[in-house]
C-alpha cells in the first residue's frame, strides 16, 4: 500500500465520525421525553365519569354523571364524588402520563342498586397512569385492567 492512500482514508474518518455523531444527537432529539412544560396538568382540573371500559370489552356508564366527580388540587391534593359519598384523597405524578392515587377519605353511606360506587372504589388504587386526548380524562388500571373515561365539568372553577 501506498501513503498517500492511508492519508486519504485517515483524513476521511474525521468527517465520518463528525457525521455519525450529528446523526446520533439527531436521533436523540426526538425520543426525548415531552419536558414538564409540554406534560398536560392535572392540577386545578375537575372532571366528571362517562364511562368505564374494561378489559373485557364490558362498558359501565353511570345513571348520572354529576355524581361521579374528581377534582384535582394544584397542591397534590383531590376531592371525589362517589354516588352518594364524598371524599379526600391524594394524587402523585411521578413522570409523564403517570398517576397514583392515595387513600380515599370517603363517607359511608349506602349507594342505591345501579351505583358505580363499590367498583369505582375497588378500582382507587389501581390507576397508574393518564391521558388527555380530545378535551377528555383517561385514566388506566394497571394490568390492562380497564379505562375510566371523565369529561371536563362545565365552568367548574366559576
Request: net charge neutral; with cysteine.
Amino acid at each position: 500500500m501506498n501513503g498517500r492512500r492511508i492519508t486519504g482514508v485517515v483524513l476521511c474518518l474525521p468527517a465520518l465520525l463528525v457525521g455519525l455523531i450529528l446523526l446520533l444527537a439527531a436521533c436523540s432529539a426526538f425520543s426525548q421525553p415531552p419536558s414538564q412544560s409540554e406534560t398536560p396538568r392535572l392540577g386545578g382540573t375537575d372532571w366528571q365519569l362517562v364511562k368505564f371500559q374494561g378489559s373485557d370489552d364490558m362498558t359501565l356508564t353511570p345513571d348520572d354523571k354529576t355524581k361521579y366527580t374528581i377534582a384535582f388540587a394544584e397542591d397534590g391534593r383531590l376531592s371525589v364524588r362517589v354516588d352518594c359519598n364524598r371524599g379526600l384523597g391524594t394524587w402523585k405524578s411521578s413522570g409523564p402520563n403517570q398517576i397514583q392515587f392515595g387513600q380515599l377519605a370517603l363517607t359511608r353511606a349506602m349507594c342505591p342498586p345501579g351505583s358505580l360506587h363499590d367498583q369505582i372504589v375497588k378500582h382507587w388504587g389501581f390507576v397508574r397512569s393518564y391521558i388527555l386526548k380530545d378535551g377528555h380524562l383517561f385514566l388506566s388500571l394497571m394490568a390492562d385492567g380497564g379505562i375510566y373515561e371523565f369529561e371536563p365539568i362545565a365552568d367548574a372553577r366559576s
